[in-house]
Protein backbone atom coordinates (compact mmCIF):
# COMPACT_ATOMS: atom_id res chain seq x y z
CA UNK A 1 0.00 0.00 0.00
CA UNK A 2 0.98 3.61 -0.71
CA UNK A 3 2.41 5.68 2.65
CA UNK A 4 -0.89 7.44 4.21
CA UNK A 5 -0.44 11.71 4.43
CA UNK A 6 -1.88 13.85 6.56
CA UNK A 7 -5.02 14.69 6.83
CA UNK A 8 -6.60 18.68 6.50
CA UNK A 9 -10.35 20.30 8.10
CA UNK A 10 -10.76 20.91 4.48
CA UNK A 11 -10.73 17.39 2.88
CA UNK A 12 -13.54 15.49 1.76
CA UNK A 13 -14.45 12.12 3.20
CA UNK A 14 -15.58 8.88 1.41
CA UNK A 15 -19.83 9.63 1.87
CA UNK A 16 -21.10 6.49 3.50
CA UNK A 17 -22.11 3.76 0.44
CA UNK A 18 -19.50 4.94 -1.81
CA UNK A 19 -19.65 6.84 -5.04
CA UNK A 20 -19.56 10.31 -5.93
CA UNK A 21 -19.46 13.24 -3.16
CA UNK A 22 -22.91 14.97 -2.79
CA UNK A 23 -23.12 18.53 -2.05
CA UNK A 24 -22.44 19.36 2.03
CA UNK A 25 -24.20 20.45 4.84
CA UNK A 26 -26.04 24.24 4.00
CA UNK A 27 -25.91 23.34 0.39
CA UNK A 28 -22.43 24.13 -0.93
CA UNK A 29 -20.71 21.66 -3.40
CA UNK A 30 -17.54 19.61 -2.75
CA UNK A 31 -14.34 20.37 -3.76
CA UNK A 32 -14.96 17.91 -6.02
CA UNK A 33 -18.04 19.22 -7.44
CA UNK A 34 -16.49 22.34 -7.60
CA UNK A 35 -13.51 20.77 -9.88
CA UNK A 36 -15.74 18.92 -11.91
CA UNK A 37 -17.84 21.94 -12.95
CA UNK A 38 -14.86 24.20 -13.86
CA UNK A 39 -14.32 24.79 -17.23
CA UNK A 40 -11.19 22.80 -18.51
CA UNK A 41 -8.24 24.50 -20.97
CA UNK A 42 -7.08 21.47 -23.74
CA UNK A 43 -4.95 18.85 -22.34
CA UNK A 44 -6.14 19.84 -18.56
CA UNK A 45 -7.10 16.92 -16.57
CA UNK A 46 -10.77 16.24 -15.86
CA UNK A 47 -10.88 13.20 -14.12
CA UNK A 48 -11.72 13.95 -10.43
CA UNK A 49 -12.66 11.83 -7.53
CA UNK A 50 -11.94 10.77 -4.14
CA UNK A 51 -8.85 9.02 -3.12
CA UNK A 52 -9.93 6.42 -0.31
CA UNK A 53 -6.75 5.97 0.89
CA UNK A 54 -5.32 9.55 1.13
CA UNK A 55 -8.79 10.80 2.18
CA UNK A 56 -7.75 13.53 -0.86
CA UNK A 57 -9.46 14.64 -3.24
CA UNK A 58 -7.73 13.71 -6.02
CA UNK A 59 -7.19 14.06 -10.49
CA UNK A 60 -5.92 11.86 -12.74
CA UNK A 61 -3.68 12.86 -15.27
CA UNK A 62 -4.02 10.40 -18.37
CA UNK A 63 -1.65 10.43 -21.09
CA UNK A 64 -0.99 13.68 -23.17
CA UNK A 65 -2.51 15.33 -20.25
CA UNK A 66 -1.49 17.85 -17.41
CA UNK A 67 -2.50 19.41 -14.20
CA UNK A 68 -1.35 22.42 -11.77
CA UNK A 69 -2.89 23.55 -8.61
CA UNK A 70 -2.53 25.41 -5.88
CA UNK A 71 -4.75 23.40 -3.73
CA UNK A 72 -4.52 20.55 -1.40
CA UNK A 73 -5.60 17.82 -3.50
CA UNK A 74 -3.08 14.71 -4.86
CA UNK A 75 -2.49 14.25 -8.72
CA UNK A 76 -1.39 10.73 -9.82
CA UNK A 77 -0.83 9.00 -12.97
CA UNK A 78 0.71 5.57 -13.71
CA UNK A 79 3.37 5.23 -16.12
CA UNK A 80 5.20 2.75 -18.44
CA UNK A 81 8.07 3.85 -20.76
CA UNK A 82 6.45 7.68 -20.71
CA UNK A 83 7.72 10.21 -18.21
CA UNK A 84 5.48 11.93 -15.69
CA UNK A 85 7.27 15.45 -14.27
CA UNK A 86 6.56 16.62 -11.19
CA UNK A 87 7.02 20.52 -10.94
CA UNK A 88 7.38 22.43 -7.42
CA UNK A 89 7.64 25.99 -6.24
CA UNK A 90 7.68 25.58 -2.53
CA UNK A 91 7.25 29.79 -2.05
CA UNK A 92 4.51 30.12 -4.39
CA UNK A 93 3.01 25.99 -3.20
CA UNK A 94 1.70 25.79 -7.05
CA UNK A 95 2.91 21.97 -8.46
CA UNK A 96 1.51 20.14 -11.29
CA UNK A 97 2.64 17.28 -13.04
CA UNK A 98 1.98 16.15 -16.59
CA UNK A 99 2.36 12.96 -18.54
CA UNK A 100 4.10 12.26 -22.06
CA UNK A 101 4.71 9.46 -24.38
CA UNK A 102 7.32 10.87 -26.86
CA UNK A 103 9.81 13.18 -26.83
CA UNK A 104 8.75 14.84 -30.09
CA UNK A 105 6.63 14.84 -32.66
CA UNK A 106 4.14 17.29 -35.28
CA UNK A 107 0.77 18.59 -35.58
CA UNK A 108 -1.37 19.49 -32.89
CA UNK A 109 -3.57 16.54 -32.45
CA UNK A 110 -2.42 15.01 -29.07
CA UNK A 111 0.33 17.85 -28.73
CA UNK A 112 0.33 16.91 -24.87
CA UNK A 113 2.06 13.31 -25.74
CA UNK A 114 5.05 15.46 -26.66
CA UNK A 115 7.90 16.10 -23.65
CA UNK A 116 8.65 19.38 -26.03
CA UNK A 117 5.04 20.65 -25.44
CA UNK A 118 4.22 19.13 -22.16
CA UNK A 119 7.02 20.39 -20.26
CA UNK A 120 6.55 24.16 -21.54
CA UNK A 121 2.83 24.02 -20.90
CA UNK A 122 3.51 22.63 -17.48
CA UNK A 123 5.84 25.71 -16.76
CA UNK A 124 3.67 27.86 -18.51
CA UNK A 125 0.60 27.08 -16.61
CA UNK A 126 2.85 26.85 -13.44
CA UNK A 127 3.66 30.79 -14.19
CA UNK A 128 0.07 31.91 -14.41
CA UNK A 129 -0.68 30.83 -11.14
CA UNK A 130 2.00 32.95 -9.17
CA UNK A 131 5.69 30.23 -9.63
CA UNK A 132 8.94 31.44 -10.09
CA UNK A 133 11.39 29.79 -12.89
CA UNK A 134 13.97 30.85 -9.96
CA UNK A 135 12.33 28.40 -7.64
CA UNK A 136 10.74 25.83 -9.61
CA UNK A 137 11.96 22.02 -8.86
CA UNK A 138 11.40 19.06 -10.49
CA UNK A 139 10.75 15.50 -9.41
CA UNK A 140 10.88 13.08 -13.05
CA UNK A 141 9.37 9.31 -13.03
CA UNK A 142 8.86 6.50 -15.41
CA UNK A 143 10.83 5.90 -18.91
CA UNK A 144 10.42 1.73 -18.00
CA UNK A 145 11.03 -0.56 -20.36
CA UNK A 146 8.22 -2.82 -20.02
CA UNK A 147 7.62 -4.76 -22.54
CA UNK A 148 10.34 -7.12 -24.18
CA UNK A 149 11.16 -6.20 -27.70
CA UNK A 150 9.87 -2.76 -27.09
CA UNK A 151 13.34 -1.54 -26.43
CA UNK A 152 14.64 -1.85 -29.50
CA UNK A 153 13.04 1.81 -29.89
CA UNK A 154 14.34 3.20 -26.78
CA UNK A 155 11.39 4.87 -25.17
CA UNK A 156 11.98 4.56 -22.20
CA UNK A 157 15.64 5.83 -22.03
CA UNK A 158 14.67 8.86 -25.24
CA UNK A 159 11.99 9.97 -22.70
CA UNK A 160 14.44 10.00 -19.56
CA UNK A 161 17.34 11.69 -21.84
CA UNK A 162 14.83 14.36 -23.10
CA UNK A 163 13.16 15.64 -19.82
CA UNK A 164 16.35 15.38 -18.40
CA UNK A 165 18.06 17.65 -20.74
CA UNK A 166 15.01 19.75 -21.60
CA UNK A 167 15.38 20.40 -17.58
CA UNK A 168 19.23 21.24 -17.55
CA UNK A 169 18.89 24.24 -20.27
CA UNK A 170 15.61 25.24 -18.44
CA UNK A 171 18.04 25.16 -15.08
CA UNK A 172 15.42 23.92 -13.62
CA UNK A 173 17.12 21.41 -10.62
CA UNK A 174 16.06 17.80 -10.55
CA UNK A 175 15.94 17.19 -6.75
CA UNK A 176 14.45 13.61 -7.14
CA UNK A 177 13.99 10.82 -9.78
CA UNK A 178 13.10 7.18 -10.10
CA UNK A 179 13.67 6.39 -13.53
CA UNK A 180 14.35 3.73 -16.42
CA UNK A 181 14.79 0.02 -15.57
CA UNK A 182 11.84 -2.47 -16.19
CA UNK A 183 8.93 -1.92 -14.00
CA UNK A 184 5.45 0.55 -14.14
CA UNK A 185 5.04 3.20 -11.67
CA UNK A 186 2.44 4.87 -9.95
CA UNK A 187 2.94 8.54 -9.04
CA UNK A 188 1.07 10.60 -6.41
CA UNK A 189 1.69 14.14 -6.17
CA UNK A 190 0.89 16.50 -3.88
CA UNK A 191 1.14 19.86 -5.42
CA UNK A 192 1.23 22.11 -2.47
CA UNK A 193 3.91 19.89 -0.30
CA UNK A 194 5.40 19.07 -3.55
CA UNK A 195 5.74 15.63 -1.80
CA UNK A 196 5.63 12.68 -4.31
CA UNK A 197 4.84 8.95 -3.47
CA UNK A 198 5.93 6.54 -6.30
CA UNK A 199 4.93 2.53 -5.76
CA UNK A 200 7.05 0.30 -8.81
CA UNK A 201 4.19 -1.95 -10.05
CA UNK A 202 4.93 -6.15 -10.79
CA UNK A 203 3.77 -6.35 -14.17
CA UNK A 204 0.95 -8.81 -15.41
CA UNK A 205 0.40 -8.20 -18.61
CA UNK A 206 3.28 -5.66 -19.83
CA UNK A 207 1.72 -6.01 -23.74
CA UNK A 208 -1.73 -3.77 -22.19
CA UNK A 209 0.72 -1.29 -20.42
CA UNK A 210 2.14 -0.02 -24.09
CA UNK A 211 -1.14 -0.36 -25.85
CA UNK A 212 -2.69 1.49 -22.82
CA UNK A 213 -0.52 4.44 -22.68
CA UNK A 214 -0.68 4.75 -26.26
CA UNK A 215 -4.03 4.71 -26.18
CA UNK A 216 -4.28 7.25 -23.07
CA UNK A 217 -5.83 4.73 -21.24
CA UNK A 218 -4.18 4.98 -17.37
CA UNK A 219 -7.08 3.11 -15.84
CA UNK A 220 -5.97 -0.07 -17.86
CA UNK A 221 -2.63 0.63 -17.24
CA UNK A 222 -3.53 0.52 -13.10
CA UNK A 223 -5.27 -2.68 -13.68
CA UNK A 224 -2.79 -4.56 -14.78
CA UNK A 225 0.05 -3.96 -12.08
CA UNK A 226 0.12 -5.00 -8.75
CA UNK A 227 2.13 -5.25 -5.68
CA UNK A 228 5.31 -3.31 -5.16
CA UNK A 229 7.43 -1.11 -2.84
CA UNK A 230 6.77 2.67 -2.02
CA UNK A 231 9.09 5.48 -1.43
CA UNK A 232 8.73 9.05 -0.21
CA UNK A 233 10.25 12.21 -2.13
Known amino acids: MLASQQTSSNLIRPVAGGGSPKALAGGRLSNIEKLKSQARKPGE ?10 QYDAVKVLPGEYFVSNEDLVIMTVLGSCIAA ?14 FMLPEGEGMEGFGRYGSYAMELL ?8 ARRETMQAK ?4 AAVMAGFTTMNV ?3 NTKFVKDYLATERIPVVSQDVMDVQPRKVCFFPVTGKALVKRLAIAHPESIVVAERRGNAAVVASSTSGGSVDLF
Open 45 to 54: ASFFYVDHHF
Open 86 to 99: CMWDGPAKVGGMNH
Open 123 to 130: INEMLKMG
Open 140 to 143: IFGG
Open 156 to 158: GER
